[in-house]
């Protein structure tokens, strides 16, 4: 046997060794699993004779807060998205051994609301698309499903005016966000990006990744075909010869199709905030809460001026207010959507919501990540 022949054995050796070491470390992984979720059908089966709550963000939040201390304490290799990613994928796999849990978005399938879903109740979520945001409202009013994810806000675009007049409109509250940076993904089941005639997208998306199509196409006679989703635009790539397109990742995980380039979008700080809606639900106090209102104050002098005053004489920190119209009248009247510091139960925001009961329709308080 040669020198580089004894290498590769001892090599070879060496890795069995290590993969010897994770397969025990992973049974032991699934043996505290087991064990976790034990204790967490225990914990269901007293939420059912109590009627409270299965879902409690405020708990994930100190969860996820607690772990993340304990790895920087401990100088670990993960950092706090991974810790996050694995830690809420065990917190959904335990909400639905506690209950399952039937959850509607605004679809379709591969959609970034359904990309948003999956990441706050995890795979095993009975998931259910609709084609609106107001059909999203009514399966959550009509308790059709438990939960209901809709898009708020984009921090280039704006608000989504239909979610903020439907939670006007609709007898829901808000259960907690999911803020998610939107990534997009250019899939193809070419091998070279010449083969490529064909690519596919929402509109949108297209003008958000002007420079990668600048840069990988330049040369390219490929034509660029709007379609009214980035989903549909992955399912017609995972079946046409010589196409491609720009998704999100869950869409190309859920069509089978390869990734051949990542995180494509000219600005690496494109966010979008989801709302969960629930019905009759109320999050308890976490320390680090914000409540959302809708205030409808009446049409005279003064009215938001004097509103706004009675903010700061509490000291509570408004974060955002959205002016709306309304429409139930022939004036030019608006009403205001609401966001500020601090849960609805505290005493000084009590006091604010008091004042002025007749004219607040509060939301919820929902922990802020």
């Known amino acids: 046997m040669g020198f580089r022949g004894f290498l590769s054995i001892m090599h070879d050796k060496i890795l069995q060794e290590f993969r010897n070491k994770i397969d025990a470390i992973d049974n032991n992984l699934l043996l505290l699993l087991n064990e976790r979720m034990q204790i967490v059908k225990k914990i269901g089966d007293l939420k059912k004779q109590n009627q409270t709550a299965i879902y409690r963000p405020e708990r994930e939040k100190q969860i996820l807060a607690r772990l993340s201390e304990q790895n920087s304490q401990t100088e670990g290799l993960l950092n706090d998205l991974a810790i996050d990613a694995i830690f809420m994928e065990i917190f959904a796999a335990s909400r639905n051994l506690e209950l399952p849990e039937r959850v509607s978005y605004l679809g379709p399938e591969g959609s970034f609301t359904h990309q948003a879903a999956e990441s706050k109740f995890g795979f095993m ?25 809709v898009p ?10 239909e979610t903020i007049d439907l939670l006007d409109e609709m007898d829901v509250q808000i259960v907690a966000e999911i803020i998610m940076p939107i990534h997009h993904t250019f899939v193809s089941k070419c091998e070279k990006l010449s083969d490529i005639k064909y690519i596919y997208s929402k509109d949108i ?97 003064g009215s938001l001026a004097n509103f706004l005053q009675d903010f700061n004489e509490f000291q509570v920190n408004m ?45 919820g308080s929902i922990v802020k990540w």
């Open 205 to 301: 998306a297209f003008k958000q990744c002007r420079n990668f199509l600048a840069n990988y196409f330049k040369d390219s006679s490929a034509e660029f075909i709007s379609v009214e989703s980035t989903s549909k635009a992955s399912k017609i790539a995972s079946e046409e010869e010589n196409s491609g397109a720009i998704c999100a990742n869950v869409a190309a995980k859920l069509f089978k199709v390869p990734i051949l380039f990542e995180n494509i979008e000219d600005n690496p700080n494109n966010k979008t905030r989801f709302y969960v809606l629930a019905k009759n639900f109320q999050n308890n106090i976490s320390g680090e809460d914000k409540t959302i209102l809708i205030a409808k104050l009446a049409n005279k002098a």
């Open 152 to 161: 708020i806000e984009n921090n280039q675009e704006g608000f989504v005016d």
């Open 125 to 149: 979520s009975d998931y259910i698309p609709l084609k609106s945001i107001r059909d999203v409202f009514q399966s959550v009013n009509t308790e059709r499903v438990r939960f209901g994810i």
């Open 319 to 363: 974060t955002k207010i959205e002016s709306r119209p309304s429409r139930n009248n022939e004036q030019f009247n608006s009403w205001f959507y609401i966001e500020i510091e601090g849960h609805q139960q505290e005493t000084h925001l009590q006091n604010i919501i008091a004042r002025h009961q007749s004219q607040l329709k509060v939301l």
